[in-house]
């Protein structure tokens, strides 16, 4: 993070880490949606959006709005998401139906 801040891969590795790291060791939900919106963020202005790795931030990003009790914002990134690659599986068939 320190060497390139504002690299999207750098981004987006710091926000899974910052996720599926226990709280009780230094995980944080909230700074990993903020690392895997700014990645997501930067992978926009590198006309890299449908990298699979924003794919990838998007699904997370829902996932993390879910686990707060935001279903309809969690409804809204996937969307977005199958707007960007609409044969997302894990989106499509996986994330959405965990909605209804």
Known sequence: MEENPSSP???KLYASNQYFTPEMW???KDLALK?????????????QEKSWMNLD???WIGKI??????PEIA?????KALEIEPNFYWVSKGLLPTLN
């Open 9 to 11: 891969i750098v981004l």
């Open 26 to 28: 230094g995980g944080n």
């Open 35 to 47: 690392a895997f919106k700014k990645s997501t963020e930067y992978f926009g202005k590198n006309n």
């Open 57 to 59: 931030n998007l699904a």
């Open 65 to 70: 709005y879910q686990e707060e009790g935001q």
């Open 75 to 79: 409804k809204l990134t996937w969307k």
